[in-house]
């Protein structure tokens, strides 16, 4: 796997002015950051279903300390001499990135940054809940419920774990949860595994936020309807107003009620926005979603995320693009094992856990013997 990465990786491109390219950076224990950069040619981009992994070339990966605004210029530096051209980035807004994306954008005005779709929604959502006091109690009393049954025998309705900065990421997974647990509380004994007077007991305070629940639900809709949009069709110049027609054919029978409509209209600002940023007849990527999965598909491989980078990086990136028998083939053809473990030596380096193993190692008991006589 380790051969087919690097053979993708320094695989021949023809260079063009029409590349784009997503960037995204991963950091596991340690201070050491995966940073990488897929792209395709925007002829290349598929119309009317979202990116995938198949569709992409791995253009550039490394491990490193240094994580700031000059190595990832750097970076993209290095991607523009192999591909000839950058004309769209999409990624989301960590200010290292933002940063270099306006240094390189002072060389190369053509290029268009798009902050990835998701990310952005995520913070509308964050910006509208931050002061609700209501939700507050809601993720509180979530995370209390977590700890009193995750070792019960209902452990199986546990909520799903909040993770900080992600929270506003995976409200579908909240809200999803939230009215599978209410139906279960109402049906009592629809599950004959389930003890209800005991799931009444912890989780009875969830009836409490049935209407609340419905407006949690308008956002959710209103972010699918964007994701939905963008992931689907790319970012163009008249994306907003697309927009605005799919939001309100999802109006609900009784209409969207007025906090909904304001985050409704923060993300048709966006993505008019983006949208201006587009010449006519041209499309964009606005998501930046497929290069979650890649990391996901490289943490799936590892296992222990707290064995920090491995060799395995190499690997993950076998995953991307077209791959077959004769794209195997070749790799182990031309690739030879000297290049892989030079390639992680310099990129990667020691990983934590080796670095653990070294320290925390059991010494044998002839070196404690001699180094008892010796003292």
Known sequence: MGKVGYYKLHSYIEKTDNWIILIDESIQVGPQNFLVILGCREKDLPRGRSLKLEDLTPLHAVVQTKCDAGSTL?????????VGSITGICSDECSNLVNAFTDYQKENPNAIHIPDIVHKLANILKKQLKDDVEWEWFIKSINTAKLKIYNTSIAYLAPPSLRGKSRFLNLD??????SKTLNILKTGNSLAECDTEYAEKHLGWLRQFEDPLKYYTNLLRVASIARHLVREKGVYQYIADDFAIEFDNASPKEGWDVATCRVAYQVYEFLEQQGNKIEKGRVLLGSSEVIETFFGKYKSMQGNTKAGFSGLVLAGLAHVGRIDKSIVQRALETVTHA??????????????HAMRCKIFRKPCIATIFLDTNLA
């Open 74 to 82: 750097r970076a993209l530096e290095a991607v523009k001499l192999r």
């Open 173 to 178: 997974i909240l809200v999803d949860w939230v």
């Open 339 to 352: 290049q892989v473990n030079d390639w992680v030596e310099k990129h990667v380096g020691v990983t934590m």
